[in-house]
């Protein structure tokens, strides 16, 4: 597979990085802190999953083909990984929220504090410091200037976003008007019978928040990875509920680029391109910031109304940022 590099910005977008001296202005709504990093470049847009056999041996923990691509997206050096990233924000003038630890996107924040929008959750709903957990939320919040509750995993341990068991935290979002963005949908990366034992496709089925909703009416919701790639079951919530939003982070780099975009297309034929936020699921792989970017420039079924939209104005909307 080759794919041409692209500049973040084309067409009018870069008509106005001339005019202005910098690139328009993207939020990027799913980014992870942390001291990531990867053994060897990762491809983009690869082709397919592969099958893996138990009988085999041990199985490779993503499912991706190996194959060669350009450009490849190459990891931030040891240690480094914060400073590239936020190199990359400033050159491509990027906003982004970032999730973590408390402390350690705090460490963020006190780096760019301009393009650094906190975000941090609970763990675990089955831990057993529940209490605990809530006044650590209540106080990131109310007091140490957090933004949005996630990234909220409960995918991962197998629970539905409606379980009672998390509703104490939601309550709490909805209570200190929060937003909160749930894991829906795309995960595992093709091993997670390998890698991740308790995670069921099941729990991103994006109508399971029905119920969550039904409970918390004001709260708003991003729904991580769209919901991939349960279109009709994303589009029927959207429909349903206009406090839903939906992010397009690690969809847009973890599946076949046509797939991708067929995905993306279907949200804005079916009505939605005002709740469609651009991300990158950003882990270890800086340049990942500006080859995500240039697929939503690049996009064809796109107009340059809703290229800004996805890529800026609707999470300012979500996100009550002022322009």
């Given at each position: 597979?080759?794919?041409?590099?692209?500049?973040?910005?084309?067409?009018?977008?870069?008509?106005?990085?001339?005019?202005?001296?910098?690139?328009?202005?993207?939020?990027?709504?799913?980014v992870h802190?942390?001291?990531?990093?990867?053994?060897?470049?990762?491809?983009?847009?690869?082709?397919?999953?592969?099958?893996?056999?138990?009988?085999?041996g041990?199985?490779?923990?993503?499912?991706?083909?190996?194959?060669?691509?350009?450009?490849a997206?190459?990891?931030?050096a040891?240690?480094?990984?914060?400073?590239?990233?936020?190199?990359?924000?400033?050159r491509?003038?990027?906003?982004?929220?970032?999730?973590?630890?408390?402390?350690?996107?705090?460490?963020?924040?006190?780096?760019?504090?301009?393009?650094?929008?906190?975000?941090?959750?609970?763990?675990?709903?089955?831990?057993?410091?529940?209490?605990?957990?809530?006044?650590?939320?209540?106080?990131?919040?109310?007091?140490?200037?957090?933004?949005?509750?996630?990234?909220?995993?409960?995918?991962?341990?197998?629970?539905?976003?409606?379980?009672?068991?998390?509703?104490?935290?939601?309550?709490?979002?909805?209570?200190?008007?929060?937003?909160?963005?749930?894991?829906?949908?795309?995960?595992?990366?093709?091993?997670?019978?390998?890698?991740?034992?308790?995670?069921?496709?099941?729990?991103?089925?994006?109508?399971?928040?029905?119920?969550?909703?039904?409970?918390?009416?004001?709260?708003?919701?991003?729904?991580?990875?769209?919901?991939?790639?349960?279109?009709?079951?994303?589009?029927?919530?959207?429909?349903?509920s206009?406090?839903?939003?939906?992010?397009?982070?690690?969809?847009?780099?973890?599946?076949?680029?046509?797939?991708?975009?067929?995905?993306?297309?279907?949200?804005?034929?079916?009505?939605?391109?005002?709740?469609?936020?651009?991300?990158?699921?950003q882990?270890?792989?800086?340049?990942?910031?500006?080859?995500?970017?240039?697929?939503?420039?690049?996009?064809?079924?796109?107009?340059?109304?809703?290229?800004?939209?996805?890529?800026?104005?609707?999470?300012?909307?979500?996100?009550?940022?002022?322009?």
């Open positions: 597979m080759t794919l041409p590099f692209v500049s973040a910005v084309t067409g009018q977008a870069a008509l106005a990085q001339n005019m202005a001296g910098d690139p328009p202005p993207v939020i990027d709504v799913h802190a942390g001291d990531f990093s990867a053994n060897a470049p990762m491809c983009p847009n690869a082709a397919q999953f592969l099958a893996s056999d138990p009988a085999d041990p199985e490779a923990p993503f499912g991706w083909s190996k194959e060669g691509c350009t450009p997206l190459y990891p931030a040891k240690g480094q990984y914060r400073a590239e990233v936020l190199a990359e924000m400033k491509l003038n990027v906003t982004a929220v970032v999730f973590g630890e408390v402390d350690q996107v705090k460490a963020w924040a006190a780096a760019a504090p301009e393009r650094v929008i906190p975000g941090t959750a609970f763990k675990s709903v089955v831990s057993p410091d529940q209490a605990e957990q809530l006044k650590r939320m209540e106080v990131a919040f109310t007091k140490d200037g957090f933004k949005v509750m996630g990234e909220i995993g409960l995918q991962y341990e197998g629970i539905s976003p409606s379980d009672m068991r998390a509703e104490p935290y939601f309550a709490l979002a909805e209570k200190l008007d929060i937003p909160v963005a749930i894991h829906m949908g795309t995960g595992g990366s093709g091993r997670a019978n390998v890698s991740s034992p308790k995670f069921r496709g099941s729990m991103g089925n994006p109508l399971l928040l029905e119920e969550l909703l039904a409970r918390h009416p004001k709260l708003r919701v991003q729904v991580m990875h769209a919901g991939y790639p349960m279109a009709e079951n994303m589009l029927t919530l959207l429909q349903a206009s406090h839903v939003y939906v992010d397009i982070a690690g969809l847009i780099w973890s599946y076949p680029r046509k797939e991708v975009n067929r995905y993306i297309q279907r949200l804005v034929d079916g009505g939605f391109g005002d709740r469609i936020m651009y991300g990158t699921d882990l270890a792989w800086p340049g990942l910031m500006a080859y995500s970017i240039g697929l939503i420039q690049n996009a064809d079924y796109l107009t340059p109304e809703q290229k800004r939209d996805i890529l800026y104005n609707n999470a300012a909307r979500f996100l009550r940022i002022k322009k």
